[in-house]
Nanobody, 115 residues
């Protein structure tokens, strides 16, 4: 019963910040990577940031320098610090966990950047 639960979304003005959290529960023995995806209205779901290999991180070009992904193993939590938010960051953000056999997804949390 693996579960991923996102939180921290909301409404923020351009230039503002939000911190998203994803709490993981259940038994997982092998994690290849964890990451954040987002899906804006009318667009395909896209990869925003990932953590892999224990310490490696990758970011989409659109968020480099503004977003920071982190993983707290002790708290079973994946976080995404989002700074200098732009209207184009508006989307539903999903937490993703990839094992050797399948992907697990959270329910998503809405981020709206608007003045």
């Amino acid at each position: 019963q693996v579960q991923l639960v996102e939180s921290g979304g909301g409404l923020v003005q351009p230039g503002g910040s939000l911190r998203l959290s994803c709490v993981v529960s259940g038994s997982i023995f092998s994690i290849n990577r964890m990451g954040w995806y987002r899906q804006a209205p009318g667009k395909q779901r896209e990869l925003v940031a990932t953590v892999y290999g224990g310490s490696n991180k990758m970011y989409a070009d659109s968020v480099k320098g503004r977003f920071t992904i982190s993983r707290d193993n002790a708290k079973n939590t994946l976080s995404l610090q989002m700074n200098t938010l732009k209207p184009e960051d508006t989307a539903v953000y999903y937490c993703n966990l990839r094992t050797g056999t399948r992907d697990y997804w959270g329910q998503g949390t809405q981020v709206t950047v608007s003045s």
